[in-house]
């Protein structure tokens, strides 16, 4: 019903914009006698990438590339984001909070990149990247990639139309719009985007044991996706003081699944097959009131969010041993699931801001409620009849209550500017396993300061300086204490005992000429989060779970060099130096790593006559060590050419995107009596088509920007998995 009703109003909305026609101008042609001066063509390019104070903005709107990608591709080739074998996302180090246009996503692992693969590139105007966020932000938010999508401004109606086609190993394509119109007063959006795509992940796991025994994971998954991205809004103007407004967003995911397992003994082969089916669905809806006054020089801001978010699917295992000689060894074996996943969010927030005479106020308040259910039902096939397996049906239900406030103070003095802020949070959390009749509960508060000055030495020297203390607290299937299959020799369990992840982060930047960007940092984390496994001696069985390091030591050092080669080629440099360094008891003894990375990426766009533009494009990242694990060194090299056409209106970008197909994940996990060489091949090596036009009058105002309520829990719906 909810998803009846999304679709209804998202269609009510959008039909009441006119249907939109481009008008076009007619040249004045101008007098014979009049001599007419040869002409020259101007052309200017946007810098890749710049800097606002502590913030990194990354334009990807005139980029092929970009356009040719999806938006998870776009993202993870951005300075300093990674994203690790289970798809959780890091920024210079730091665990990421990823919003859309000021909001947050909501999602996190594999259902956040369902959401960024479906969305076209070519929609993408910006990614703003924050290592360091301000104070008004959730201290869960300890960096923060907010993606920017492009709105119309045009006066009228006005929209974008975007088709995609594609292939990597398999077809891809997509198809999507948006809609803008402005009347006196109201001002209504919407848009649509359906994205297919057949994929594969490949993964091989070689696990060596102490006593000398191998065993071979391989696993090669294939999925065929459909995704359905539905938004649409209206903003009113009350008054000329005040404004409110509504904005209805929903995911709409179906995926099939065939799969595979071969798993090598030393005296045997296992072999599985496996098939299922997922859909997904995540409406939310958002209003909001903002009145403000220039007379008072103060703002009043209320956002009422709600989010949902319901994943059902199923799995079926097929599994049989072999002999070397491929003999069949005993009776096969059968299970399956039926899962139900049901994550409701409610908040409510009032963000007010007063200028006095000497300062600056900044205040508000914000409530958020988290209730989760999650129904895994397993059975086995025994003596020709599914019965019920006790071993791994769960049913867990987690509750969650965060109360925050916060107050800063903000001044300028001459060429500094100096800000500072607390910020309270009120936590208390329920989890109850109804499978296991185990259940825990914390309540605790806390208080996070922090505070920023910057120096504008000149115009064109700028210095910023900036503290923070933030919390991460885990995804919810992270502290679930029950076992869940992954194959018939690996297993993950969630661990209650888990504790939230406390850091403190100085940052220092510099920009200079509008060329020159450097940013150090410095992060001391406790409690940090790692994934740490466990392995049967006899059964060979292992069992990846979490647990929280003592203390964790970040730092890193960024620069970015834009330079403007000659008038039509800019090339743009980003190297970013990180040191990782972990100092922890492990099992009862101390254990004690660093390590020093480096991240590089060079973009370079050329302008070329006739409307052409071209781009070559590469990243590169050396060993990271993430927790107990290292991940290897990978990169990419992407090319692309564009070409403007229909008078401007519109364009076409061809993007290879992982020519050399060399943006292969390759990790190792080596502790303890711990041995594993891990590779994931996926389907990265893709070439796109990207076909774009825009329609519509000029000058509207694009849709009010907001700031969603619902901010950092809604990104844990999703396990956050990381090493």
């Known amino acids: 019903m909810q998803t009846f009703l999304t679709a209804i109003f998202s269609a009510t909305i959008l039909s009441a914009a006119p249907s939109a026609i481009a008008q076009q101008k007619k040249d ?100 703003e990247l924050m290592s360091m966020p301000g104070g008004k932000y959730d201290a869960q938010d300890g960096a923060i990639i907010n993606i920017k999508l492009f709105k119309p401004k045009d006066l009228g109606t006005n929209g974008n139309l975007t088709l995609t086609g594609g292939f990597g190993r398999y077809l891809r394509t997509t198809e999507g719009f948006t809609l803008n119109h402005r009347s006196k007063g109201v001002n209504l959006y919407g848009g649509y985007d359906h994205n297919y795509a057949k994929t594969f992940t490949e993964v091989t796991n070689d696990r060596i044991y102490p006593d000398g025994y191998t065993l071979t994971e ?8 459909h995704t359905h991205n539905l938004r649409a809004g209206a903003d009113f103007d009350l008054s000329k003081s005040s404004s409110a407004g509504v904005l209805v967003k929903s995911m709409f995911n179906n995926r099939g699944r065939v799969g595979d397992n071969y798993t090598t003994l030393p005296d045997s082969i296992f072999r599985q097959g496996a098939t299922g089916d997922q859909k997904l669905v995540n409406p939310s809806v958002n209003a909001y009131y903002r009145t403000a ?41 059968h299970i399956r699931n039926f899962t139900e996943s049901a994550i ?29 259910d999650n129904n895994m039902h397993w059975e086995l096939m025994n003596g020709g009849k599914w019965e019920n397996d006790p071993n791994k049906t769960n049913h867990f239900i987690y509750k969650e209550n965060v109360n925050a406030a916060y107050a800063g103070l903000s001044k300028t003095v001459k060429k500094w500017s100096f800000t500072a802020m607390l910020r309270m949070e009120h936590t208390n959390a329920k989890g109850n396993s109804l499978t296991m009749d185990q259940k825990f ?34 995804g919810f299937d992270i502290v679930n204490p029950f076992i869940t299959y992954v194959n018939a020799y690996s297993l993950r369990q969630g661990n209650p005992d888990i504790k939230p992840m406390l850091s403190q982060a100085v940052q220092a930047t510099w920009s200079h000429k509008y060329q020159l960007f450097t940013t150090v940092a410095f992060t001391r984390m406790t409690d940090n989060l790692s994934m740490t496994f466990k392995q049967d001696p006899v059964t060979k069985v292992q069992v990846m779970s979490f647990d929280n390091q003592t203390n ?19 090339t743009t440099i980003t190297v970013t130096g990180l040191y990782l360094g972990i100092n922890t008891v492990l099992d009862g003894i101390d254990y004690n790593k660093n390590s020093v990375t480096a991240f590089a ?50 364009s076409l970008k061809l993007a290879a995107v992982d020519i050399f197909n060399t943006n292969q994940m390759r990790f190792k996990v080596k502790y303890a009596t711990i041995n594993n060489l891990g590779k994931m091949n996926m389907d990265t090596r893709v070439v796109n088509l990207t076909f774009n036009y825009k329609f519509g009058n000029k000058n509207v105002k694009a849709a009010k920007s907001r700031k969603n309520s619902i901010e950092t829990e809604s990104g844990r719906t999703s396990t956050q998995q990381g090493f």
Do not use: C
């Not at 309540?443 to 203390?469: E, H, L």
């Not at 006739?610 to 990169?635: C, D, I």
């Open 28 to 127: 004045s042609i101008p007098a014979p006698s009049v001599k007419q001066l040869k002409t020259h063509e101007v052309t200017s390019t946007t810098p890749p990438i710049t800097m606002q104070g502590g913030t990194m903005i990354v334009n990807v709107g005139k980029s092929v590339t970009a356009a040719g990608s999806n938006g998870w591709d776009v993202v993870t080739k951005s300075p300093g984001v990674i994203a690790d074998n289970n798809n959780a996302l890091q920024l210079n180090g730091k665990p990421v909070t990823v919003y859309m246009d000021g909001r947050p996503t909501r999602l996190s692992g594999d259902d956040l990149k369902n959401l960024l693969a479906s969305t076209p590139g070519s929609n993408i105007d910006k990614i």
């Open 218 to 225: 391989n696993d090669f998954n294939r999925e065929n996706k």
């Open 293 to 333: 006054s220039a007379k008072h020089k103060n703002e009043l801001t209320i956002n009422a969010d709600y989010f949902n978010h319901r994943k059902d699917w199923d799995d079926q295992f097929g599994g049989q041993y072999y002999s070397l000689e491929e003999d069949v060894i005993g009776s096969s074996s």
């Open 344 to 372: 409701d969010l409610y908040s409510l927030s009032a963000d007010y801001s007063q200028q006095f005479k000497a300062f600056k106020l900044e205040a508000g308040l914000k409530t958020t409620f988290t209730e989760t």
């Open 441 to 474: 509960s914390r309540d605790y508060v806390q208080f996070f300061p922090s505070a920023s000055a910057s120096y504008n030495m000149s115009a064109t020297d700028q210095f910023s300086f900036s503290y923070r203390r933030s919390i991460n607290r885990f």
């Open 552 to 570: 964790f030591n970040l730092a890193y050092a960024n620069v970015v060099w834009v330079k403007p080669i000659t008038p039509k080629i800019r």
């Open 601 to 650: 990426n060079i973009q370079n766009s050329f302008t070329l006559p006739k409307g052409f533009t071209a781009e070559v494009n590469g990243n590169f990242r050396g060993p990271l060590m993430a927790g107990y694990a290292v991940m290897q060194s990978q990169g990419n090299v992407d090319l692309g050419l564009g070409k403007t056409i229909l008078k401007g209106a519109g």
